[in-house]
């Protein structure tokens, strides 16, 4: 029998195994893109083989954000608040605010062995007094809660499980060292000017993600954190209490799903 012919033999008789066997004994059939998703079909070397990549993309609604306010004499907090804020106020004490922001990413549904691709953190700004200003982001390292006190910007009396400048939960749990705690490393950093939205992407984010899929219970959110340089830096932006729910906060991750459960398409190349 000729090469070509033979090649062509051995495709056909493949291409009928799959069909009768409904795949190889190891699948369940070629994976597919639901909503929101897409496959990268991305090519190797184009004489020996193809590479089958699979992205998928998911995007996330804030569960938990707050604003730690400068503690002046007393606690404050915005657990229900429709803003947080970032940087300093002009008060003469007091003036600095730190947002509080969490994902639920294993209730939200991301599979704990997913391959975390690209972590984009979305944000709507409503209010600027000043110009721009660099907002970083830093891992949190405590866990934190959200109350059902309300502020417009200065600040409510906090409720119970509320975070404050002190307290983890009000009033029973406490930072370790008021302000929050949180890594000294920004995983991102974003220059903030007028209201508009604005997004925060890193490789230290897809980390940061990665390690809570690894250990869930290490996930505390980031902290936002402004120009606490000088004063009247204060940034405000929309929390995911807002009236306005295509301004509330958004993280959007790609990933690769585990493909054990798949087979990849069989190439094969007639020479």
């Known amino acids: ?33 639901g909503p929101g998703s897409e496959i990268a079909i991305n090519p190797g070397d184009s004489s020996t083989q193809w590479e089958s990549v699979l992205i ?47 994902f639920d990413l294993a209730g939200g549904g991301l599979p704990p062995n997913a391959l975390v ?26 866990n934190w809660g959200e109350g059902s006190s309300f502020s417009q910007g200065t600040g409510g009396v906090p409720t119970a499980g509320d975070a404050t400048w002190r307290h983890t939960f009000y009033n029973t749990a406490f930072w370790t060292k008021p302000g929050g705690d949180f890594s000294s490393t920004a995983s991102a950093s974003a220059l903030i000017a007028d209201v508009e939205f604005y997004t925060w992407s890193s490789f230290q984010m897809v980390m940061d993600v990665q390690d809570w899929l690894t250990a869930p219970a290490t996930n505390f959110g980031w902290i936002v954190q402004g120009n606490e340089a000088l004063s009247g830096t204060a940034k405000r932006f929309d929390s995911r209490e807002n009236q306005t729910p295509a301004n509330r906060p958004l993280l959007i991750i790609e990933y690769q799903p585990e493909l054990k459960n798949y087979y990849l398409p069989v190439i094969m190349k007639q020479g």
């Open 1 to 33: 029998m000729k090469k070509k012919s033979l090649l062509k033999f051995i495709t056909l008789s493949v291409g009928v195994w799959l069909a009768i066997s409904g795949g190889p004994s190891w699948g369940q059939g070629a994976p597919s893109a």
């Open 56 to 102: 998928v993309t998911k995007t996330f609604a804030s569960s938990r954000d707050n604003t730690l306010f400068e503690y002046a004499g007393a606690d404050l907090s915005s657990g229900a608040g429709p803003t947080f804020f970032a940087g300093r106020t002009k008060q003469t004490q007091g003036s600095i605010r730190r947002g509080l922001i969490f």
């Open 117 to 142: 691709t690209k972590v984009t953190l979305q944000l709507h700004l409503s209010e600027s007094n000043t110009g721009p200003q660099d907002i970083t982001l830093h891992r949190l390292l405590a």
